[in-house]
């Protein structure tokens, strides 16, 4: 059994910041590729941020250069930083988590069960 849980989220005003944070436990043997989605009100998901085993980043173009995605191994947690914030990155924020369970095992899919962001002065 895995569970992800976000933290980090809240209300910022436009321009600032906040760090998401996504952290795995129970049998993982190792996190392959880490996303980040976001819904907003009467939007379907999407996603915003994503970074493989090899540490490859890719973002949607409505956030380069604002959000940094990242996540640290030895700890199985990710982490979405995000600045500059506008009113329309306002959003629940979701991990999801593509891992193994052992060397040679296949990997699985988690989702963490979101947290809140909202931007607005």
């Known amino acids: 059994q895995v569970h992800l849980v976000e933290s980090g989220g809240g209300l910022v005003q436009p321009g600032g910041s906040l760090r998401l944070s996504c952290s795995a436990s129970g049998n993982i043997f190792s996190i392959n590729d880490l996303r980040w989605y976001r819904q907003a009100p009467g939007k379907q998901r999407e996603l915003v941020a994503s970074i493989v085993s090899a540490g490859t980043t890719n973002y949607d173009d409505s956030v380069k250069g604002r959000f940094t995605i990242s996540k640290d191994n030895a700890k199985n947690t990710g982490y979405l930083q995000m600045n500059s914030l506008k009113p329309e990155d306002t959003a629940v924020y979701y991990c999801?988590?593509?891992?193994?369970?052992?060397?040679?095992?296949?990997?699985?899919?988690?989702w963490g069960q979101g947290t809140q962001v909202t931007v607005s002065s």
């Open positions: 999801n988590a593509l891992l193994r369970h052992s060397a040679d095992g296949p990997t699985f899919s988690y």
